[in-house]
């Protein structure tokens, strides 16, 4: 399956919605960050007043009291003690901003009786606190932040009293996780989906005539008369549709004025081959009239396969949709009526192609023509993928020579005799009107012995 679409069109709106969604991604996960921030902070606050206040607390209970008061100011995730020694030794974990808080919420001038650090938990040695253990832990968890597996941050703070005791203060508190609150995820698809839309319409304006203009552009391909296009969408589009139909123009003319004159001059010289000819016939010497005839007829076959190139190259007639396989079954049945060895194997599915139906059935007349001509036999075939093979039983071309024969009046002598018939300009036509229609046709020497002539043409709906 594609997750990547193959239209230019999806494929920009996919890169906005993922540029869009990297970007929404971020600035969330900033603001979860700054948010955790934020909490820690707060939270931080609250734990050095509450030590403050059970401390100022601790200063005025009777002696009998204290275990009560610190009993009682104990929870899950905040435990008093009352030592000896502080647990704060000011290393590179302390925080003197938290210790000059604390030492305003008690009235002090900062210094050595007020101690406070923060560190991630792991990053003080065992033994330094009291450690929770992993029960207690998971029973902290349960309690205060559900079954999430969150990072915890630890602060040690320690207070010496009047009595030389210190109060020694061990919280912890936990990062909350990323809050990916629902008005957000809202606010995200709502504006991917209006960005989605409004990108697609204004590309819709966009790609539409770049789509125009590569169907015209194929069709163009394929020899069809194609109106040309309008002007229309960007400035660089304008330029883009104006360049083809200067193209499409200039090639236009370039072909019939190429066609007009070959066929004039094929053309005017019936005439005075004709006047040839009746002189020919005057002259008394019979050996000398017979090759002065022979050859008038050899030159006027070659003015008459001229003008047969002449109209093959013409581009006038519309293009069809017709079904391959029963086109040149057609064709074959006809040419085998007229007593030529021509047989044909239909595909096993309907083969559909798009061409010019009068030009495509001479091109294939002289390929087939061709084939029973030089090979005694053609044995014509169609596949599934649309191309048209040609075999014949004959001698072959020379590999050095297949580029050759489809040049206008080449003849080889040596396997394809000019006593046999032929001008040199069979295959001319054949590739000339193939090629107008957007085909193509190669020539190969079969293992087995024989040419083989493979003709391809554009598919219906292609």
Request: proline share 7%; with cysteine; glycine share 8%.
């Amino acid at each position: 399956m594609r997750l990547v679409p193959r239209s230019l069109r999806g494929r920009l709106v996919l890169i906005i919605l993922a540029a869009l969604a990297l970007a929404q991604f971020t600035s969330l996960w900033f603001f979860a960050g700054e948010r955790s921030l934020a909490v820690q902070a707060a939270l931080g606050q609250e734990a050095a007043a509450r030590a403050a206040n059970v401390a100022m607390l601790l200063e005025k209970a009777d002696p009998a009291n204290v275990p009560a008061i610190l009993r009682a100011a104990n929870s899950p995730l905040v435990q008093f003690s009352l030592d000896p020694d502080p647990v704060v030794r000011n290393d590179e974990h302390a925080s003197p901003y938290m210790a000059a808080r604390l030492s305003r919420y008690l009235g002090r001038a900062p210094g050595e009786d007020v101690r406070a650090e923060v560190h991630e938990r792991g990053q003080v040695p065992n033994g330094r606190f009291r450690r929770w253990t992993t029960e207690e832990m998971r029973r902290m968890h349960r309690r205060m932040m559900g079954e999430l597996p969150v990072a915890a941050v630890e602060m040690a703070i320690s207070i010496r009293l009047s009595g030389g005791d210190w109060l020694n203060v061990e919280t912890r508190f936990h990062r909350p996780p990323p809050q990916w609150a629902l008005p957000a995820v809202f606010t995200f698809v709502t504006s991917a989906v209006l960005i989605a839309l409004a990108v697609w319409v204004a590309l819709g304006r966009l790609i539409g005539p770049l789509r125009a203009l590569a169907d015209s552009a194929s069709r163009f391909g394929r020899g069809e008369a194609i109106a040309p296009l309008p002007d229309s969408g960007p400035e660089e589009l304008r330029q883009l549709t104006r360049a083809f139909n200067e193209m499409q123009d200039r090639i236009h003319r370039f072909v019939e004025d190429r066609t007009r004159l070959l066929a004039a001059l094929g053309h005017d010289l019936r005439s005075p081959l004709t006047a040839l000819r009746v002189r020919a016939e005057m002259v008394d010497d019979d050996e000398t009239r017979e090759r002065l005839v022979a050859s008038i007829e050899e030159m006027q076959q070659m003015v008459e396969a001229t003008l047969s190139f002449a109209r093959g190259m013409a581009v006038n007639e519309p293009a069809e949709t017709v079904d391959l396989g029963e086109y040149v079954g057609r064709l074959c049945a006809e040419m085998a009526e007229a007593g030529e060895d021509v047989t044909f194997t239909p595909p096993p599915e309907p083969v559909t192609a798009r061409l010019r139906p009068s030009a495509t059935r001479r091109a294939l007349r002289n390929v087939i023509g061709n084939a029973v001509r030089y090979g005694r036999r053609a044995r014509v075939s169609l596949r599934p993928d649309g191309a048209i093979i040609v075999d014949d039983h004959g001698p072959g071309i020379p590999e050095e020579d297949l580029p050759r024969v489809f040049e206008p009046f080449v003849r080889l002598e040596k396997s394809r005799s000019l006593e046999t018939g032929g001008t040199g300009l069979g295959l001319s036509i054949a590739r000339s009107i193939l090629t107008a229609q957007g085909g193509r046709i190669t020539l190969e020497n079969r293992a087995e012995g024989g040419l083989r002539a493979t003709l391809t043409l554009p598919r219906g709906g292609e």
